[in-house]
């Protein structure tokens, strides 16, 4: 199995940064997708961007142009640059990865982000 920590959250204002880091562990050489996602309170966690081996992306259309997923494969740690930030950006940030066997890594504790002048 593959255990996953985020970091890197924190406070910051509107149009502000953030870079959010996903440490794995475990299994790690298994790992074919690697997401983060979000969830503010009384909402559905939702997906935010994944990033693929390969290095190919994708991104929720509320975060695309201003956010960046990125992946180091040799540190087995995923990155999410997130610039420009808005009030509605304020969620608890969680990675997770897909493995190759077509499995699930564990739920980290997230990290919190909160976007507020």
């Known amino acids: 199995q593959v255990q996953l920590v985020e970091s890197g959250g924190g406070l910051v204002q509107p149009g502000g940064s953030l870079r959010l880091s996903c440490a794995a562990s475990?299994?790690?050489?298994?790992?074919?997708?690697m997401g983060w996602y979000r969830q503010a309170p009384g909402k559905q966690r939702e997906l935010v961007a994944m990033i693929r081996r390969g290095g190919s992306t994708n991104y929720a259309d509320s975060v695309r142009g201003r956010f960046t997923i990125s992946r180091d494969n040799a540190k087995n740690t995923m990155y999410l640059q997130m610039n420009s930030l808005k009030p509605e950006d304020t969620a608890v940030y969680y990675c997770?990865?897909?493995?190759?066997?077509?499995?699930?890594?564990?739920w980290g504790q997230g990290t919190q982000v909160t976007v507020s002048s």
């Open positions: 997770n990865v897909y493995l190759t066997n077509g499995s699930t890594g564990s």
């Open positions: 475990g299994s790690i050489f298994s790992i074919y997708t």
